[in-house]
């Protein structure tokens, strides 16, 4: 028994959140003693909804979103644009772009970004997948929507080896200054890449 | 299903995790992918801690705190002195009370404090366990360690009403300017509290 707590039960159950990103042991207890006050169906339930969330969750086989369906919405929605893919590390970064109402063509779920540092290759990716998908005809263009980081270009650079020889076009997101914020708060960086990528004005 | 993801079975372990305090929907998609990056055998341990958390988690007897024992380590403990009780509100505040290594007798834990906007009724809490426990004998003083708000105020005015008639001393912890604070930030009630409160210089 850990002398921390008074209770094995309680020292596990505070293990088990505190394992969990950005919340460190003291949250972990204030979240347990928060289950606590609540009735034991609530706690239950939540409980169940866990111990087999990896069993039920299922990823759309086309773009390797997460999906209750065999092909996902997105992918079976024939007023959407076939012929442009958008790369995209999760299902968070489809919904950010989904929400921009911006885009209306069809995503491809790499479930990751290369990062040597967390020992994450290539191999862990959906990158085979989404060179099969371009090798299988009516892709026209792939657009690289990874962040704007180390591990993010290393991984468009990556990408971009296996789609040239295919001939397919290929683009990334525009980098720049934020919209709404105030240039001279913007980073010297962001700033500098605005002005080589400059476009013309419309 | 829910049109703001992909997925029934996304949509309800993020619904669970945004429903603990401090945790919005946004915190919880990325609690829900952190997990999902998992082994499968760490994600159904996860879960299983607390579908059985609420029958798992046993209380002292005496004092009322979370114990795996029937009556925990502290009331157990011959060397602690029986004649002093200290009212706290949680496990957190036993916890707090213990890594300060000024108080050696035994703790009251009364599962919450006094708050009509909760719900929260003198009922709702261990205060007629308290009262019977002052009523058996051997007890001396009663600690109020309830925080310095406007419930633990109420909840400290409603104690001591039911222990008053029985000739305990009542005693409550000291209020006035945090150690270690520049006077010039403490806030006026606690720098007031303290020219009032103040105790002979030793």
Redesign the interface.
């Known amino acids: ?1 850990n002398k ?7 020292e ?2 505070v293990g ?1 959140f505190s ?4 919340i460190g042991r003291k ?1 972990a ?9 609540k009735s ?1 169906e ?17 990823y759309c086989k086309v773009c390797h ?4 369906t065999d092909v ?3 992918c079976a929605n024939p007023k959407r644009d076939g012929s442009t893919l958008c790369v995209v590390e ?3 970064d ?2 950010a772009i989904e929400s921009t109402m911006q885009y209306n063509g069809l995503y491809h779920v790499l479930g ?1 970004i290369i990062s040597p540092m967390d020992g994450i290759g290539p191999q862990d990716l959906q990158i085979a997948s989404l060179v099969e998908r371009v090798q299988g005809g009516g892709v026209k263009e792939v657009i690289l929507a990874l962040s704007p980081t180390m591990e993010g270009d290393t991984t468009n650079f990556f990408i971009s080896r296996k789609l040239q020889p295919l001939g397919v076009k290929l683009s990334v997101i525009a980098r720049g200054v934020a919209v709404g914020n105030n240039l001279e708060y913007a980073d010297e960086v962001s700033l500098g890449r605005s002005i080589v990528d400059r476009i013309p004005f419309q």
């Open positions: 028994m921390e707590y008074p209770s094995a039960v309680l596990r159950a088990e394992k969990l990103p950005g949250t207890l204030r979240l347990v003693l928060h289950m606590l006050s034991d609530e706690v239950s339930t939540f409980g169940r909804v866990f111990s087999t969330l990896k069993q039920d969750i299922h979103n997460i999906s209750d996902c919405e997105i999760n299902v968070q489809v919904l990751g």
